[in-house]
């Protein structure tokens, strides 16, 4: 977002020139010849709106005057003002100043005046829904000579407008639910060109508070009553908890609200919440198994009679449902129809379509006799396609064309379906329920975010491509602590224009300007700090985490995962200490807190991994890291108190959310440690003082161990393996005391090109090991081919007789042949990043594109633009990857293709697929998904190690052939949205990692 420097009083000040994300800005600071004064030297424009205006317009307009006196101190007058045939002396008399004047067309009897005696043209706006324009006018009434209109084509449109101002004055969104400080401006102005929206390009867009226990509940039960909830239910979710959730939805430019639903009831919990809902502009609904407007099932267990089974209960069921589309008459609804079973499950496995076309038939005619109509195609509708209903779609239920198809995401962000293009004429449209938060399998996560808005706009955008714009609606849980990537789903929504992969970061960067009032340089740091925290969550939920997840052995994985959680929490302690006393509240709960708590939780479990493989390897270090474990567990409850105690408590309960100790998929009852291990302090092992771990094995020297060979005793000695093409460029040896006995080692090599670093060390119980790296300085003094080398590791230690232990180290020189360019093998395999393709063509205008940021390492590419094309095998777009193998087996090497979680969501009959060939060879068409049951899932999804899990699906193609040169890999589209992060070629030697091998050298 660009920044004004002014020079105000002979020095270079900067100023936030603050602009709405993601909508063209009309607001300055200083005046100019094309500009109208808002505020200007402590006086205000008075603003005039109709006693006949919309009530949330009039709610919206006094937000405006409240967060133009936030900016500036100076609160303008807001008059309801009558246009009447004679100008009145007094209560009708024209302001003496120029005016602001605020109106919805067809409704303020003051908008249709000026538009009439202005001759002020609306038609890009009119009938249009939530448009809105701003622009000076002239003689915009009779004795006025100018006034700034503000207009919106329907109610909406106007407090969208209104809302967009406040947040160019520099008022957040999340002033009051994320503590955002606004900053202060002397003067405001707009341009007299003003701004304009259209119609937004999804038509409801709106978020779902669900899995509210125990964070959300609890803190609403603290700060919105006095101890007490409603009467029937115990919910602390009234109006004045709601009234503050519907202005925050509306600035955020939403429109929709499934509210919470556990142990509450929207309509019955507080009788003035589905009136506010109404009155400040916000469309209400129930959630997917919620059917008209009714809670279930809470609802249903205090009022309803009988089972809540339509087989032999209907009678009391669409009773149950009358009342409630009754009760929601008055006010802008939007009704779920169809059914579920009782508490969010499946029914019965003997519920048929015919039963289910009958529930619609019925909730149809109810809607017929409430609103007294025989068309309801003008009542919005949604049919939930959640799960197994949307396996009653597949077998061939059908619903009448003005119900909307919410369809759904698989839980995981991944969207099970969007429309086809047969289905994209239906008048009633289709959405998509999409989640950052879920409680089920595999796995609960609920406790931080973990979603990249990368991977929300692949997914999003498909939805856009393929027509499904009538509503979106997404879980959020408790709200927070997922508010950014709310604002970017609920921005999206409301112009999908304005975002592509290309300039997805620059969300995250004017979010960073705007919440934190950042230089460029911090806001540019803010957004990587972003960028990483939700690339390092996404890549396997915290929940899921375990202490094994990244490879304590090979690839240095586990200690790079670690350098990066730690090099990202010293630039998020950087920014946070960098801001004054008033910011570091908002930059704690929207960045710095997600930030450490989630490094705390990944280093515990890492260093509990690396405590039970110490054990293992009866090294003293064992203890120390299990005491770090432990300190750790204990640092998880101090950042939640942390977060709790900021701004005298107000976020009390808000991170109550149990993390830690998965037993199954539900939360467990309390957080639990990892298990670990000690040794024994004063217990010198078996095999001596000096125990020896080389890089790549779990086992260790000497004495015996069962990862030191298949036999698990008498074993030979280590051996390492390194080339001139290897990306991690030496290997190390753990030196590491046996017991409590302390000694001296020296490390020594039988060859000259071997260095070895250090080459000597003391290790003793407070120092119980030390890591020696094994490197080549110069390959130009090794021969070509495998050279070979000892290590000698000897220990001198006080009483306790002297150890060496052998390390056989060979070094392998490899040439390609000359002039060769492309990636080249190292170490056994070749390791390419998606993007990084050494060509790549383009057909029919499609060619593979990069997502920046998206996926677990760098990035990630999928075809674009998106389209509904199709290819055979080999004849679409390609990518290509020239690479150097010196190895195969027996000619063979496998080909893994590592790709974003993705759904065949045009259907198992058109489902994802690419071609994969080498050189040659005749193309490969891969499905990398399977089919799957209607409403289920496919193969490989499921389970705690499944690609969802996994957030990654391998597909693994091998090749004969193949033998040591030069040779292209190449990738061609057949289907649209297939994602692919990652490609590795493993000609013999890859080892087993979470992220995969590091990328190859590049000559």
Request: charged residues 15%; hydrophobic residues 40%.
């Amino acid at each position: 977002m660009a920044r004004v420097l002014a020079c105000l009083l002979g020095s270079l000040t900067l100023l936030r020139g603050i602009y709405a994300i993601g909508q063209d800005a009309c607001v300055t600071f200083t005046s100019s010849s094309s500009s109208f004064a808002v505020v200007n030297g402590k006086t205000a424009s008075p603003i005039l709106i109709s006693a006949d205006e919309w009530p949330g317009v009039q709610y919206a307009a006094a937000d405006f005057v409240a967060d133009i006196q936030r900016v500036t101190s100076v609160k303008p007058s807001l008059t309801n003002f009558t246009v009447t045939a004679s100008v009145a002396p007094s209560a009708n008399k024209p302001p003496s100043s120029s005016p602001i004047i605020i109106g919805t067309l067809g409704k303020s009897s003051l908008i249709d005046a000026v538009v009439k005696s202005s001759g002020l043209d609306v038609s890009s706006i009119e009938g249009k829904w939530e448009s809105f324009l701003t622009r000076v006018v002239h003689n915009p009434l009779p004795g006025v000579e100018t006034a700034y209109v503000i207009i919106g084509a329907d109610k909406r449109g106007t407090i969208f407008a209104l809302y967009d101002h406040s947040e160019q004055f520099g008022v957040s969104p999340w002033y009051w639910w994320a503590d955002v400080p606004t900053t202060t401006q002397t003067n405001l102005f707009v341009a007299t060109s003003g701004c304009a929206h259209g119609s937004p390009s999804v038509k409801y867009r709106g978020i779902f508070l669900n899995d509210e226990q125990p964070a959300l509940q609890n803190w609403a039960a603290e700060k919105f009553t006095n101890g007490t909830g409603a009467p029937l239910t115990g919910s602390p979710f009234n109006h004045f908890f709601y009234t503050q959730l519907f202005e925050l939805i509306l600035r955020l430019k939403g429109n929709f609200l499934w509210p919470a639903q556990w142990s509450s009831a929207f309509g019955t919990d507080d009788p003035q919440n589905q009136f506010l809902a109404d009155a400040y502009g916000v469309a209400m609904g129930t959630s997917h198994e919620e059917p008209m407007m009714r809670s279930t099932p809470v609802e249903f267990s205090l009022f309803g009679q009988g089972p809540w089974d339509y087989t032999t209960n209907s009678a009391n069921i669409n009773q149950f449902w009358l009342v409630g589309t009754e009760r929601a008459k008055p006010f802008e609804s939007v009704y779920t129809v169809g059914m579920r079973g009782f508490g969010d499950l499946p029914l019965s496995e003997t519920t048929d379509i015919s039963l289910l076309e009958s529930v619609i038939a019925n909730q149809t005619d109810i809607l017929q006799t409430v609103y007294n109509t025989s068309d309801v195609s003008t009542i919005p509708q949604v049919w939930a396609l959640y799960k197994e209903v949307e396996g009653y779609y597949d077998d061939g239920m059908r619903v009448p064309d003005y119900i909307t198809l919410l369809w759904s995401d698989d839980n995981f962000g991944n969207v099970r379906r969007y429309p086809t293009i047969e289905e994209r004429n239906r008048t009633g449209g289709a959405g998509v329920y999409y989640h950052l938060d879920y409680v089920g399998d595999v796995r609960d996560y609920k406790w931080i975010t973990s979603n990249q808005i990368e991977k929300v706009h692949q997914q999003m955008s498909l939805a856009i491509q393929r027509q499904a714009d009538q509503l979106w609606i997404l879980n959020v849980g408790d709200l927070k602590p997922y508010e950014r990537e709310i604002e970017f789903f609920l921005t999206y929504g409301w112009d999908a224009s304005r975002w592509a992969p290309s300039n997805i970061s620059t969300f995250v960067n004017q979010w960073a300007t705007r919440e934190f009032d950042l230089t460029t340089d911090k806001a540019a740091t803010v957004t990587s700090i972003v960028a990483n925290l939700t690339r390092f969550n996404a890549r396997r939920k915290p929940e899921l985490l375990n202490s094994t997840t990244y490879s304590l052995i090979n690839y240095r994985e586990a200690d790079n995962v670690l350098a990066s959680w730690a090099a990202l929490e010293a630039a998020s302690t950087s920014i946070y200490n960098s801001l004054s006393s008033a910011m570091q509240p908002a930059f704690f709960q929207l960045v710095h807190h997600p930030v450490l708590a989630s490094n705390n939780v990944a280093n515990m479990l890492i260093s509990a991994g690396m405590n039970n493989l110490r054990a293992s390897q009866a090294r003293l270090s064992t203890n120390q890291l299990a005491d770090t474990v432990e300190q750790l567990f204990e640092k998880d409850f101090d950042f939640e108190q942390q977060y709790h105690s900021i701004l005298n408590g107000k976020w009390d309960h808000m991170m109550d959310q149990t993390h830690l100790g998965y037993f199954y998929w539900q939360q467990p009852m309390t957080n639990s440690m990892p298990l670990i291990s000690r040794v024994q302090t004063k217990k010198q092992a078996l095999a001596g003082v000096m125990r020896i771990a080389p890089e790549g094995t779990l086992g260790a020297w000497p004495g015996d161990n069962p990862n030191q060979c298949s036999q698990g005793y008498s074993c030979p000695p280590p051996s390492m393996t390194l080339d001139n093409f290897s990306p991690i460029v030496d290997r190390y040896i753990d030196v590491g005391a046996g017991g409590p006995a302390p000694f001296t080692f020296t490390a020594a090599s039988n060859v000259s090109w071997l260095t070895l670093t250090p080459s000597k060390g003391s290790i003793s119980p407070n120092a119980p090991e030390q890591r020696v790296l094994a490197g080549v300085p110069d390959w130009s003094k090794l021969a070509s081919g495998v050279n070979s080398a000892q290590i000698t590791f000897t220990a001198t230690s006080s009483g306790q007789p002297p150890l060496s232990v052998p390390v056989m180290f060979y070094a392998t020189k490899n040439t390609p042949s000359g002039g060769f360019k492309g990636f080249v093998e190292g170490t056994g395999v070749i390791s390419i990043e998606a993007a990084h393709a050494t060509r790549k063509t383009t057909v029919q205008g499609i060619s593979w594109t990069e997502l920046p940021g998206l996926g677990r390492t760098v990035s990630a590419v999928t075809p674009m633009p998106l389209s509904d094309a199709t290819f055979s095998a080999g004849a679409g777009p390609t990518l290509e990857y020239d690479f150097f193998n010196f190895n195969s087996e027996g000619g063979n090497v496998t080909a893994i293709v590592f790709l974003s979680p993705s759904l065949n969501a045009n259907t198992d009959q058109n489902p994802l697929a690419y071609s994969i060939q080498i050189d040659s060879q005749a193309p490969v068409t891969t499905n990398p998904v399977g089919p799957e049951i209607p409403g289920g899932l496919p193969n490989g999804w499921e389970t705690n190690d499944g690609w969802v899990a996994n957030s990654i699906n391998t597909i693994n193609t091998t090749f004969g052939g193949v033998n040591p040169g030069a040779h292209t890999l190449k990738i061609s589209m057949i289907t649209p949205a297939v994602v692919i992060q990652k490609i590795v070629i493993d000609t013999g030697g890859l080892q087993p990692s979470y992220l995969g091998p590091p990328e190859s050298i590049v000559l």
